[in-house]
């Protein structure tokens, strides 16, 4: 692995500034791919990935999404019962164009489209290995709103990805006497998380913390007037609790900028709010309630095999 310096570097240059271009005039939106501004992607298949790597993620849904984008290009579409989706052709009955986030605790489309881990589970891990040597594993754990202890980690990961910063917003919503100072201080808990787990990994390996995109924009433009579920949803959420979550990834990046500068593990941070606030109106791979379906997750998937994982990709 790189140093920080330099792997906080490689992923900025995939991440931190693009735009999403269409192949041609004539295109789908969903053929829109990626253009970073400052490197060229290098999109990889299950056969043309580099040398067998474990993937160990950490963190709440936008992490579960990002899980199954991995298990997506390990495996295709397949999916063992508990293994959770990231996104679903508009024809099958539990889409989002059909459904969008399905709300009902106990409906069909919600345990597909999330398996086992979500809300306040805990000790809640999956994990996947594939015939090509790669292993990608997930921890459910979330910090702030009726947090609890991430489930321990047996072995050091070549990467280590976390995904916070909406449910260490969502206690507040962007209400109550001084949400920012709450804010913070489930903010500062989590980093402690990070901490931690970051002191038991080998020098080799490497940990990225990713932020959040911001949806709320995406959702007004494109969902505020669909039918159905998303209708609803698409009011949520209300602009003081984005602004949580917007300055959680500004808290976040300079945590890890902090941290990075004291030595150990390589440490980073991934963007992912350009990517997700320009998404295309795919009803495959939407930017909704901070969670990023389909292409988007895909998106940062082969980013960071680019960026870190095969780091010769990255031209």
């Known amino acids: 692995m790189s140093t920080s310096r330099d792997l906080q570097a490689r992923l900025d240059n995939a991440s931190r ?18 253009h970073p501004r400052h490197a060229s992607l290098v999109r990889h298949t299950s056969e043309t990935l580099c040398g067998g790597r474990w993937v160990h993620i950490l963190g709440d849904s ?20 508990g293994f959770p989706l990231h996104t679903l052709p508009d024809d099958d009955k539990c889409s989002f164009r059909r459904v969008g986030w399905p709300t009902s605790s106990r409906g069909p489309c919600k ?6 881990c979500y809300d306040h589970v805990q ?34 990961p070549d990467l280590v990805l976390v995904a916070l910063g909406t449910w260490e917003a969502r206690a507040e919503n962007g209400r109550g006497p001084n949400p920012h100072a709450m ?3 489930h903010l500062t808990a989590s980093f402690g998380i990070i901490a931690q787990l970051r002191a038991q990994l080998h020098p080799d390996s490497a940990v990225v913390v990713m932020g959040n995109g911001l949806c709320r924009a995406n959702q007004q433009d494109f969902w505020r007037k669909s039918r159905g579920p998303r209708a609803q949803q698409a009011t949520w959420p209300p602009p003081a609790f984005e602004a949580l979550v917007a ?26 709010t350009a990517s997700m606030a320009s998404a295309p109106k795919d009803t495959q791979s939407p930017c909704f309630a901070y969670h990023p379906y389909g292409a988007l997750s895909d998106l940062h998937v082969e980013v960071l095999l680019n960026a870190v994982l095969c780091r010769s990709s990255l031209r």
Do not use: M, Q
């Open 62 to 81: 936008t992490g579960r999404f990002l899980y199954a984008a991995w298990l997506t290009l390990l495996n295709g579409s397949t999916r063992a019962p």
């Open 111 to 116: 345990e597909r489209w999330r398996g086992p």
């Open 123 to 156: 000790n809640c891990t999956l994990d996947f290995r594939a015939p090509n040597g790669w292993r990608v594993s997930f921890a459910w754990w979330h910090g702030g709103f009726k947090t609890f202890p991430p489930p321990p980690l047996l072995g050091s």
């Open 247 to 272: 300055e959680g990834n500004r808290e976040t990046r300079a945590f890890v900028r902090r941290a990075a500068a004291d030595g150990g593990a390589p440490l980073a941070y991934l963007d992912r």
């Open 183 to 185: 804010h913070h201080i």
């Open 17 to 34: 500034w693009g735009s999403w271009v269409r192949p041609s005039a004539h295109a789908p939106l969903r053929a829109e791919l990626w």
